[in-house]
């Protein structure tokens, strides 16, 4: 079976960052677009950022870009989120998700995600 584990979530201060990781099992990661996508309270939840399968094309939501990176090591089978200057909008639980074939222009959209994490707490106090 397909498992995505998140880590690294936590309570920071605005301004301050974290590395969340998602290590991915039960699937052939290295062909696989990894996102991440978060849910604040009382939201839908949204795209954050994705990286297809050699990692040379990443897609950002507007918010986080120029502060948010993510990044996947194949061999080991990982994709890191780093989140840098936190604001308290990005307080959300962060989730990881997989897919292996994704329509064309899709990548935003979570309905092309078949796998995904429990989820990881971020929490940014003012």
């Known amino acids: 079976q397909v498992q995505l584990v998140e880590s690294g979530g936590g309570l920071v201060q605005a301004g301050g960052s974290l590395r969340l990781s998602c290590a991915a099992s039960?699937?052939?990661?290295?062909?696989?677009?990894m996102g991440w996508f978060r849910q604040a309270p009382g939201k839908e939840r949204e795209f954050v950022a994705a990286t297809n399968w050699g990692g040379g094309s990443v897609y950002y939501v507007d918010s986080v870009k120029g502060r948010f990176t993510i990044s996947r090591d194949n061999a080991k089978t990982t994709v890191y989120l780093q989140v840098n200057n936190l604001t308290p909008e990005d307080t959300a639980v962060y989730y990881c998700a997989a897919a292996t074939q994704l329509p064309y222009g899709s990548t935003r959209y979570q309905e092309g995600y078949a796998y995904w994490g429990q989820g990881t707490q971020v929490t940014v106090s003012s």
């Open positions: 039960g699937l052939t990661f290295s062909s696989a677009t």
